[in-house]
């Protein structure tokens, strides 16, 4: 058993790992490079679709190798080696960033499409931790404190990089503020690396086996196993289609604003900062919210709120009450993403967290594949559609967006709708009174 003074340094490298991860999420996906690579590298309402693709092919790769990788973090022991690797990918691949310039639109999707990966596949690990800090009971406070700090992070970051775009600006200033950002989440992530340590022992190989052969074979006897379990399945398939709309959502706001509002660099950065503030109070009041509660009940209001967001969004024709929808926005979303992957804790074996957190990947970055996607075409072609009517570039451009932002609404209500279905008490049941998920039976 750990020691309750080893239990707080274990939880504070978790949550210092979120503080500079989030710091990647702030920057790169949504503040700084959505906004210079759509309109400095590409332009246009191209710039759009390539985003959008550039985020999906990422996801996709890491829908493909999540479940895999996951399984053979269980079977070995190495959760945090396979941590360390995407993490070093992620942090080496942002900084890289910084020599993508106008024109650079093969370079600019290449390293994004690799940080990305890094980022999205380091958090199936860092994910499946969870349950080694934090008993069943302590998930939904442990991951929305976590997400509380994380999201602190980002503004942090953002508050480092502000100064620089606002008294000196540029293309360059903008560059330099991504080898920041890896820097700071290079440091962040250190301590769940010095301090954490993984309690998983390794199981020997059987023999004629090898660690990807075993993977497979894990991977194949946890689908077996979850088909069995109506309501996850149930609640996994919800999840992938909700999650869907927050994830556009997250990698469009940028884009959004400088469209339909001419934000620049310094007022995305401004929006962002607003955005992740209250991101720290959803996180916290969605935590406290889910002991009382339960976590469908609490997840089903934030995802609601989404839903609002959505419809004042595309409503919106001033700057300033973008501003306030961003601030809403951000305060749902950490409850719709927190909640979630709470979920995922408590139904998972701890012995086989990684592979069901894989899942878990599997869902999130499959949707994110298709989301971002459908956005991308539905924004440019809509946009190349209204200019063949006859409308200037810049307003089908901007009605583009909107009809863009409507496809966010499709997936956040379907995904309500299909969480609604779920039934919690069978969830409650999914876990035995000894704290051992029935997905173990097999």
């Known amino acids: 058993m750990l020691g309750a003074k080893e239990i707080k340094r274990y939880r504070l490298a978790w949550y210092l790992y979120d503080f500079g991860n989030s710091a990647y999420a702030a920057v790169v996906l949504l503040a700084v490079y959505a906004a210079y690579f759509k ?16 985020v999906g092919i990422a996801m996709l790769v890491v829908a493909v190798i999540s ?25 080496t691949f942002t900084a890289l960033l910084f020599f993508v310039e106008k024109g650079d639109i093969v370079k600019g999707m290449v390293f994004f499409i690799l940080a990305e ?13 969870l349950p080694e800090i934090a008993s069943p009971a302590e998930m939904g406070r442990v991951s929305g404190a976590g997400w509380a700090i994380g999201s602190a992070g980002g503004v942090v970051c953002l508050f480092i990089i502000l100064p620089l775009i606002m008294f000196i600006g540029g293309s360059f200033i903008i560059r330099l503020s991504l080898v920041i950002t890896a820097v700071f989440f290079a440091l962040s992530s250190l301590p769940i690396f010095l301090w954490l340590k993984e309690r998983a022992e390794p199981q020997p190989l059987p023999k004629g086996e090898n660690y990807l052969s075993m993977g497979i074979k894990r991977t194949l006897k946890t689908v077996r196993a979850t088909r069995n379990f109506r309501e996850f399945v149930k609640f996994v398939v919800s999840f992938l289609i909700y999650n869907d ?55 089903m209001i934030s995802i609601i709120a989404m839903i609002i967001c959505i419809v004042l969004m595309f409503f919106t024709q001033t700057r300033t009450f973008f501003y306030f929808v961003g601030a809403l926005a951000g305060f749902a979303m950490a409850g719709v993403q927190s909640l979630s992957r709470t979920m995922v804790g408590v139904l998972s074996p701890t012995e086989q967290s990684a592979e069901f957190y894989g899942f878990f990947a599997v869902a999130g970055r499959t949707s994110s594949f298709i989301g971002p996607t459908v956005y991308g075409w539905v924004a440019a072609e809509m946009a190349l559609l209204y200019e063949a009517q006859g409308m200037t570039a810049i307003v089908a451009e901007q009605l583009g967006q909107r009809a863009g932002i409507l496809s966010i609404g499709v997936f956040l209500i379907v995904g309500l709708v299909l969480l609604g279905l779920v039934d919690t008490r069978a969830i409650a049941n999914a876990v035995s009174s000894d704290g051992k998920n029935l997905m173990q039976a097999e």
Do not use: H
């Open 67 to 91: 479940p895999i990788l996951g399984a053979i973090a269980d079977f070995s022991g190495a959760k945090k080696r396979f941590l360390l690797f995407f993490t070093v990918m992620a942090c």
């Open 245 to 299: 709309g927050v994830i556009m959502a997250l990698n469009f706001a940028a884009i959004i604003g400088a469209v339909l509002f001419g934000m620049n660099q310094q007022d995305l950065v401004i929006f962002v900062i607003i955005v992740q503030v209250t991101n720290v109070i959803g996180a916290y009041v969605f935590g406290l919210l889910t002991e009382r509660m339960g976590n469908k009940e609490a997840l």
């Open 117 to 129: 990966i890094g980022y999205r596949s380091a958090q199936v690990f860092y994910n499946s931790l």
């Open 39 to 54: 309109g400095e590298v590409v332009g246009g309402a191209e710039g759009t679709r390539l985003w959008g693709l550039s």
